[in-house]
């Protein structure tokens, strides 16, 4: 079996920094990465949501505003049930064209930031562009894109650059020239009920998500009871104590279409930097438990695994970043 | 608390390869390594084996041979009992001078292997001899030196590569500038009972040991529990089927003194390479199992813990190994 490399040809350039493989490394099982047209250079991922006690508000103007022209190529949505009693919803829009995006964005932000539509319910918005050298998806197979893999052409073959610590670096197309290091402290500059965040530079963002609609009998057995727990406990852990890990935040959402939960989850995290999050994957004992848990059930099941695993991570400058919360309870997001 | 880096200064050059953390690394528990003096250059272990069933064959030429001139500036000896029922003892030296060690060699070797010994008995001779820059080590206390790090000065400070994947490569000098690639296939030449094996460059050996002499208790008996037996079946997988991802031999040990085994044992290894090692250490479940047992000690005990665990991890070129056998069993060591 060729594989190939997960950066894609138009993005590879002279190497200043080495890759954590070898040449002739065989990854020990498949895995596929989004591949977009070569016109794409930037996208945008905005991370809007509402927050809530009891029954969820209407969404309609939202789901009006996606509809519109220069809405989102791809979005979804997803619940998180948060400790103290409230709950997010949050929609999750993908562009990749950001100049669509900024026309859309000049058009319906008033509709859900605006003061006009505060309504006691707490909104807001989280919204990152990374260039396409600055972000990286990973798929356990190839045939279901979710997140910003919606808006590509389709899914490589299997590519090399996976199943060892440091792929996700790897995969980054500017990790062959860049350590990708964060620079400057968050700024929150707050009043009259809004707080705007301004993360520094290397901000990091991790969409992970699970996926066990296709599971039957002993595999969704296992999962729910072997896998999902340390995964939770993994997630609680993150929100509840990461900053000191450099974790500013994290939610733990499951997906919800038609307004109903679905087998499907995703944890989203921000961290001060792409190095944070290495070190607290790769060595931190809630995760090493997520990383055991899902290891043996994978071995368990071997290639008849249905469970379905994906990810985007990103990097962000300073200027590719927008992060603003209205009427929110404290510690949503990077508020806190 | 201020760390120092795992390279000593004198071995410090311009780098070409990275680190995989940032300088600002800060590791969440300490670790240590020996110190040499700067005079010297190049070490040898000789890992010196005797094979039998039953009754321990004495070993009194081995010791005097140990005593005399140019002896080791260290050895201790250890226990493995394979799965056939034969039982090896294995010497290992230690010399920081590789002059000593050919002229004791040549002094010595014959009565170690020469065909006038020959009485039915497996023996056995695995040496390297790794430059400064070829090898590295790691403690988790400073307090007591095993292996090569018995001939060194002393321990250093706070080290700040390790508690990472990587870790291993970053404190091994030559990592600033050399991939380790490995080149060239086993060349296996055998007659006359008598196996003489010729690895490729880039081999790689770790020495990996732990000492439950201090534990008591609860500490003990977790160790013993929970740590041990997963430990053992990661060792058993090696030395039965780690030829697939590039093992070419494991044994699992344990010291003897007097004659006696003690509470200290040591896996030992040789592979492919520094790469094949990471891997398994990074990915394989076997090793993951026991990493996450080790862990899940480690932070059940906190600082309080009393076992010590150590580390001793070379790499070598062609022409800096020689690997011997006599009258040994099928599968040993580097034969197979």
Redesign the interface.
Known sequence: MTVESAIPEHLRTGRT??R???DD?AP?YPSFVARSSTAVRQVVMAYLGIQFRGERPPLAVLDAAFAAVDGPGHHDRARVDGPDGTTEVVSIAYWDDPAAFDRWFAAHRESWLGDAVRDGHGRWAEIIRPTVEEHETLFSSPDRAEGVAVLADGMSGEVQEH????GMRDRIPLSQTD?M?PSGEPVVESGGGRVRVRPGSGLCLIRSGQDWTATEGDERAMYLRDVEPVLRAGMDFLRDEGRAIGCYANRYATVVEDGEPVDRSFGMSWWR?L?AL??WA??H?TH??I??AA??YL?AMGPAARLRLYHEVSVATADEQCFEYVDCVPGTGLMG
């Open positions: 920094r080495h954590r493989i070898p490394f020990p199943a060892y610590w440091g350590p290091a930097s190095d290495e070190r790769e060595s004992p090493v438990a990383f055991g290891m043996k071995m």
